[in-house]
């Protein structure tokens, strides 16, 4: 076989505590899934129907370090609880959601706030919003075989040492098993997928030089900053 150009890269996670790398298929992510953030953006939908946008695999940043992005004046954090898939399928019931489970990390879904607010308004899709370079900084994979499935978490995020966000897992509006159920009546699941699972009030700005620290309570941190545009 021959290729016009060498191929793009696969793109792997860390996992804690082991040598194993993880190779990502999609990243798939749901909006308004805690009631005080929907709030917060204006929302006046009840959320009951979830809905759901993608970020490219290659936009996750493991380092942390972010690069602050071009043709936005206002990058918004949201932290969230994400987790990645060893297996899929179409129509999984909620009952066996979990077991699709192989880890789970704290990580960002930075977004472009001025942009995502000019796509509401005009009714256009969020991608440029959502899924640009560098846009999903991610802690280590944390393997369920090693810490369980996760009950009601804290979910915070400092910025310069200061608290910006903190919610519970436990009051995400759609939880996980709901999450991965819906997804898979949507798009056929594989091993590889990652989900982020939402994000609690607070979302705020982020400057270049800003330090964040994430954090899913017992389970993993992600330490991380802005750094200037390339
Ligand atoms: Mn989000």
Not at 156 to 170: F, I, K
Not at 197 to 212: E, I, K, N, R
Request: charged share 15%; aromatic share 6%; proline share 9%.
């Amino acid at each position: 076989m021959s290729t016009p150009f060498t191929p793009p890269a696969p793109v792997y996670l860390p996992v804690a505590h082991t040598p194993t790398l993880f190779p990502v298929h999609r990243v798939y992510c749901i909006g308004g899934n805690y009631l005080a953030h929907a709030k917060e953006m204006g929302s006046k939908t009840n959320h009951q129907q979830p809905f759901f946008f993608m970020k490219p695999a290659d936009a996750l940043q493991p380092s942390g370090e972010v690069p602050y992005p071009s043709a936005t004046h206002n990058l918004h954090h949201e932290v969230e609880m994400v987790v990645a898939l060893k297996q899929g399928g179409h129509d999984i019931p909620c009952e066996q959601a979990l077991d699709c489970i192989y880890a789970y990390a704290v990580g960002l879904d930075l977004t472009r706030r001025d942009l995502q607010a000019a796509a509401k308004q005009g009714g256009l899709p969020w991608d440029a919003a959502k899924g640009f370079d560098h846009s999903a900084p991610l802690s280590k994979l944390h393997r369920m075989e090693d810490i369980g499935h996760p009950d009601a978490r804290t979910l915070s995020l400092t910025v310069n040492g200061e608290p910006r966000q903190q919610g519970r897992t436990d009051t995400m509006i759609h939880n996980v098993a709901s999450i991965i159920h819906e997804l898979s009546l949507l798009w056929l699941l594989q091993p590889g997928d990652v989900i982020f699972t939402g994000t609690p009030a607070g979302v705020g700005a982020l400057q270049v030089g800003d330090q964040f620290h994430a954090e899913l309570e017992d389970i993993a941190v992600l330490e991380g900053r802005i750094l200037p545009s390339i």
